[in-house]
């Protein structure tokens, strides 16, 4: 039978940010999986293929099952082995949300085509990470039979994270994330070489509220200022002001609030903008448009 929606909205209308983290065969999607378990102090749920391969410390698991691992800082570990339909309906059955929701991809899937299950209900896109391996690259994109699938996952990317970067010299790392930039203008590249990274990839789109953003360590050259909303916002005029920034920004969030008391999620992430009408479960204090900016942009040019 084809997957059926349920008709109730979990967790009183609160929607849980999903992450996607895609990446070719190979690429050390399971490895970031298992790195973002041991630093996070949020409990978080992870869906993957094997629940057997998260490698964690058996001092943090609270209980296994075939396809369950129950961590002791209420993080959950769910198999896939019976399709993404249920297991979004295991978590929808618990009582109390994860913070998080991330989902590792088979290593030949194309996250933009799973990226529709973040409107799933209970849930909403957080951000795409694609993880790519810099010793494989160039012998991926050489590959005729490989090529498609591995840039069709960097162009969806919100954000791509470089694997294996110990295994080149300098100059090669850097032909790596230009090929990267050339194929994803604008999405952040970062190198997996330091733990704030890793913490940093569940902040992408909207898990927490703006005043708890921490520093954007997570890009290379940044600038980061705050924009003012329209003064009577709505969807049309929130939209206008995203087309209005400029193309250096890679990450922006804000709440507005328009005169009647309705909220708006407003966000970019990477080349992804969004206006999101909250829930009254979601309803937060309104906040300028806080806005990230590459190459290091001052505030004149956050705005065309």
């Not at 075939?66 to 297991?87: K, P």
């Not at 993880?131 to 591995?150: I, K, R, S």
């Amino acid at each position: 039978m084809p997957y059926q929606e349920p008709d109730f909205l979990p967790w009183d209308g609160r929607r849980v940010p999903l992450t996607l983290i895609g990446g070719y065969l190979g690429a050390g999607k399971t490895t970031l999986v298992n790195e973002l378990l041991a630093r996070t102090a949020r409990p978080i749920a992870v869906l993957v293929n094997d629940v057997g391969t998260v490698n964690v410390d058996a001092a943090l698991i609270r209980r296994r099952g075939a396809d369950t691992i129950e961590f002791t800082d209420g993080c959950v570990c769910c198999s896939l082995s019976d399709g993404l339909g249920a297991a979004f309906d295991r978590l929808r059955a618990r009582p109390v949300p994860p913070e998080h929701v991330v989902l590792e991809l088979s290593g030949v899937a194309e996250p933009i085509r799973v990226a529709p299950w973040g409107r799933s209900a209970g849930f909403r896109l957080d951000g795409i990470v694609v993880v790519v391996d810099a010793e494989q690259l160039a012998h991926q994109l050489a590959d005729d039979l490989v090529a498609t699938a591995v840039t069709t996952q960097i162009t969806s990317a919100d954000l791509v994270m470089v694997s294996k970067a110990d295994l080149v010299s300098t100059s090669r790392l850097e032909t790596v994330r230009a090929v990267i930039a050339d194929l994803a203008t604008g999405t952040p590249i970062v190198t997996a070489d330091s733990g704030f990274v890793y913490a940093g990839l569940l902040d992408l789109g909207g898990g927490r509220m703006v005043d708890d953003i921490p520093p954007p360590t997570l890009f290379d050259v940044h600038t980061v200022t705050t924009v003012p909303f329209p003064p009577e916002p709505d969807e049309p005029s929130l939209h206008r002001l995203l087309d209005g920034l400029d193309a250096a920004v890679v990450r922006a969030k804000g709440v507005a609030e328009a005169d009647d008391g309705a909220q708006y999620l407003v966000q970019v992430v990477g080349r992804r903008r969004s206006v999101e009408a909250l829930p009254p479960a979601e309803r937060t204090s309104p906040t300028e448009l806080v806005v990230i900016s590459l190459d290091g942009s001052d505030r004149s040019s956050v705005i065309r």
